[in-house]
């Protein structure tokens, strides 16, 4: 009979120690190697975030229509995982790159108070080449609009430390970014 309980209490614990870490996911895709610019002028590349979960997203400063909302919305997430002690990487690729320079960058993040030592926006690319990985590695929109303005998806994802994209969340919804939150606390 001890015999029994002991082999139900292990076969409990490993089954608990198995899902400690564990979030209900919604893609599989290997994030593109990349190599780009941050607000701060300094390089960024994949491997500068390997071994690291992060969080990403798609924007520009001259959006009028949904990034206002997102990058108040990615703050805020920030945020809330910073008064918890958790600091994972957030990177915003910017849609414009042709407008948007280092130093618009920086002069945006910082109209969100986002703290640049864990959120880089990157630049330095052309819109091709963001248009390529916004639509084959994000599976998600990226169009060219009227008047400057550009059609992309308003989803935040979450890349594992090998690399991958795990779990896209709707970056407009409270629901969706609490789960966002819920989630990277589990993972960290």
Not at 114 to 137: H, K, R, V
Not at 170 to 186: H, I, P, R, Y
Request: proline content about 3%; hydrophobic content about 40%; aromatic content about 12%.
């Amino acid at each position: 009979m001890k015999i029994k309980k002991f082999l139900l209490l292990f076969v409990l614990l490993v089954f608990l120690a198995a899902c400690g870490d564990k979030i209900e996911t919604n893609m599989s895709e290997p994030m593109v190697d990349f190599e780009f610019i941050t607000q701060d002028e300094e390089v960024l590349n994949l491997n500068d975030l390997q071994d690291e979960w992060w969080v990403a997203n798609f924007m520009y400063t001259n959006c009028r229509i949904v990034c206002p909302r997102t990058t108040a919305n990615m703050a805020a997430v920030q945020q809330k995982l910073k008064e918890d002690g958790l600091s994972p990487q957030f990177v915003s690729f910017s849609v414009d790159p042709a407008h948007d320079t280092p130093e618009v960058l920086k002069e945006y993040a910082e109209g969100y108070d986002a703290d640049l030592e864990t959120w880089s926006f990157l630049t330095g690319y052309d819109f091709e080449t963001i248009q390529e990985i916004s639509e084959n590695t994000f599976k998600t929109v990226l169009e060219e609009g009227v008047v400057g303005q550009r059609a992309h998806g308003i989803y935040f994802y979450l890349i594992d430390p090998d690399g991958n994209i795990v779990k896209k969340y709707d970056g407009m919804s409270d629901a969706e970014l609490d789960l966002l939150v819920n989630d990277l606390k589990t993972v960290l």
